[in-house]
């Protein structure tokens, strides 16, 4: 599972140890097609003498389009998704503090630091056909997901998750379930927040958590900035 063992303990004594990160660069976007509209077609006159008549347009009306909701898939749709941290005015990636054997080899982790160094964390996605379920039962899969203690974390305790819509998605936003937590760290008190999203259509799994010394985290606002920075591209989550 995603939730193994993510950050490496011997990164940081404290966690505002040795900085040997790289900075990424933004990622950015394709504009949007931009299409052309087609003139529709006019209705020719005909003369006949001094009289000008119109023929009877022999064009068939288009009824209008309905709405419907996509189905499900029956089978895994095996996504290929990414993700891209593009607000650097909190933290910036460095991936000596992400263990990377935490996730498959299909899947991706990436570590990050604050930039006052007082905390670290990670953005992570799995996809999988075991994560698969037709069903879309995501509200409760997300909910398991970020109740899930992280391995790496003792004493931990959480404040009940709450849904917040700020990851951004192919089409708008992605809900998921964000917790504020207490633990310790190695030897350390801790304090943090993490965010969490199962996507069961797609057989898709998203997280992501900031830790930080005790004392010195980060406020809610900031950890909203984080999310609202992250965006996912090749998939559009549906609602919880």
Known sequence: MLLATTLVLGACGSLGGSDSSTRAGSATSASPRSSEETPAAEESPTRSGAVVTRQPSTSTPTPAATTQAPAAPTQWPNPDVKFYNE?????????????SESVGDEDNIEGYRT????????????????????????????????????????????????????VRDDEATMEGYEATFTATYGSDPVEGHRFA????????????????????????????????????????????
Not at 88 to 95: H, K, T, V
Not at 134 to 148: A, C, F, V, Y
Request: charge should be negative; aromatic fraction near 8%; glycine fraction near 8%.
């Open 197 to 240: 999203r199962t996507v069961s259509q797609q057989g898709f799994m998203f997280s992501a958590m900031v830790i930080c010394d005790s004392g010195a985290g980060l406020t809610t606002e900031q950890w909203h900035t984080i999310l609202s920075g992250l965006r996912l591209e090749g998939i559009d989550a549906t609602p919880m």
């Open 115 to 166: 930039n006052n160094h007082a905390c670290i964390g990670y953005v992570a996605r799995e996809s999988g056909e075991e994560l698969f379920s037709p069903d879309g039962n995501d509200n409760s899969l997300s909910k398991r997901q970020i109740e899930t203690k992280e391995g790496a974390l003792e004493d931990y305790s959480a404040d009940d998750p709450v849904v917040v819509d700020l």
């Open 87 to 99: 607000d650097e005015s909190i933290w910036y990636q460095d991936d000596s503090v992400a263990n």
